[in-house]
């Protein structure tokens, strides 16, 4: 039956966040809990009259709490690089390279000292624990393209097939074409480009090469991927027992909707997330 894009396209959704999209709590707590006791250490520092000389005398006993000094600026690297008038001077946080005392320059320098000295902070662990939360939020973008991979896995799922028995994640062209004997040449350009595919679903007599996406909002990368995924299907259509499978969804594609209609009107297997509640795993995967 021949579908309309329109109708299609109007059922695209603003968002599929989970729960634990917005912030992976367990992994805030696990980063924290893993320098519980250098924090705690630290933590002697808070409103110090002398807190250079603490500083330092806790730098020389406890040298392990020097890991914990990028952190408190929202740093996940364990080396820093700061510029001045003197030229660009490089910390290591993770061995003790620098001498105490220039480790305690930049405490000072970097407002640190401040922080602690005046009382602008109550206790470390807390402290730490927001700065974790709020570095975690970044990972969002990541985390929104692994739910729509997560989404369609369940539905594959669902539809009866297993992980590593006839359904494969994250698999490479070589990887393909050596587990089945295929020539995927023409998608690789003779050999000359490693492509990755989301999924890979194995049936009798086919083999269904998947992508995933969602877009809850737009950007020139949606008109690229549409004209991409359109080339890639027509190369695809090429080879004998492979089909490409496309679930996309999200209203970011609204902006770049002439684009994925072209797509649309030329690509036999595209869907969206209606359609798999709808069963379409189950009448394409066969």
């Known amino acids: 039956m021949e579908r309309d894009f329109v109708t299609w396209l109007s059922t695209f959704r603003d968002s599929i966040a989970t729960y634990s999209y917005y912030v992976d709590f367990e992994k805030v707590y696990g980063n924290v809990e893993n320098i519980k006791i250098e924090l705690n250490i630290l933590n002697s520092l808070i409103g110090s009259k002398n807190i250079k000389s603490d500083f330092e005398s806790i730098l020389k006993k406890y040298p392990e709490t020097l890991k914990c000094i990028p952190i408190l600026l929202a740093v996940r690297n364990s080396e820093i ?97 050596e587990k089945w004997n295929v020539d995927l040449s023409a998608i690789s350009n003779q050999g000359k480009m490693e492509k990755r595919f989301d999924y890979v679903v194995k049936t009798k007599n086919q083999i269904y090469v998947v992508e995933t996406n969602f ?33 996309t969804d999200g209203n970011g594609w609204t902006s770049a909707r002439h684009n994925l209609e072209e797509t649309f009107d030329v690509m036999e297997h595209i869907y969206c997330i209606q359609d798999m509640e709808a069963g379409v795993m189950e009448k394409v995967f066969k």
């Open 81 to 177: 690089a700061v510029s001045d008038e003197h030229g660009t001077c490089q910390f290591d946080f993770a061995t003790q390279v620098c001498p105490v005392s220039e480790y305690s320059t930049f405490m000072e320098k970097s407002g640190l000292f401040d922080l602690l000295q005046n009382h602008l902070i109550g206790n470390l662990l807390d402290y730490v624990t927001g700065v974790e939360t709020g570095l975690d939020s970044n990972g969002r973008k990541n985390r929104g393209g692994h739910l729509m991979e997560d989404l369609v896995e369940s539905f594959i799922r669902k539809a009866g097939f297993e992980k590593d028995k006839n359904y494969f994640k994250e698999m490479y062209i070589h990887e393909i074409s």
């Open 215 to 247: 877009y809850g909002s737009g950007g020139s990368k949606l008109n690229e991927t549409a004209r991409s995924y359109k080339t890639l299907a027509q190369e695809v259509d090429t080879i004998g027992g492979v089909t490409f499978v496309w679930f």
